[in-house]
């Protein structure tokens, strides 16, 4: 199956690049480019993509605020976006995740882990491992409001499932946290994704977003929140 991409950079030449890097790959095909948020949005209005690339720092609108767009008003089965950042812009990388974007990864990437991180992504997963997730978060704690507000649909989880949420907030692996609760990690997989069909969330990076919205982890923490 064709991957179908569209590239969102307010440089000509970074565009460029990228689309002879994607081109080349017989999975891969660029279907448009977009200069801004704003055009990208045009853009995927006309063409069917399953993975955006999306810059941060564009003019007329940002990377931030074109993923929030797009995903609260993506369908089933719509594009997923990966971030590119570099090493100053983690607080805008950690905004885009909480706007729906699957992951990002710094623009001095190798080729194969941008060909790797678009095929994970359309996959379905995340990009972002778990504990560089955790290190994100901890270090942008402020970002996440005034304090924890206990999510309605956190009811729905079992009592399970909301361990396995827990130690997936903690930056744990599938394998770790299978070790942690003497479980296969085949079992741990299918947890997690029942938590996400449950709680509505496109990967685990918005799963460890919601946690800690939600006060069921706290920044710095190396356990789930007591009271």
Known sequence: MTIRVVIVDDQA????GFRMVLDS???LEV???AIDGADALRVLDRVPADVVVMDIRMPTMDGVEATRRLCANR???GPRVLVLTTFDTEADAFAALRAGASGFLLKNVPPEELLTAIRVVAGGDSVVAPSITRRLLDRFAGQLGSGPTENPRLAQLTDREREILLLVAQGLANAEIAARVHVAEATVKTHVGRILAKLQLRDRVQAVVLAYE???VTPGAEGPRTT
């Open 13 to 16: 030449l970074v565009r460029a």
């Open 25 to 27: 790959q017989p999975d």
């Open 31 to 33: 279907v448009g480019e």
């Open 75 to 77: 369908p089933a089965g």
């Open 214 to 216: 939600s006060g069921l």
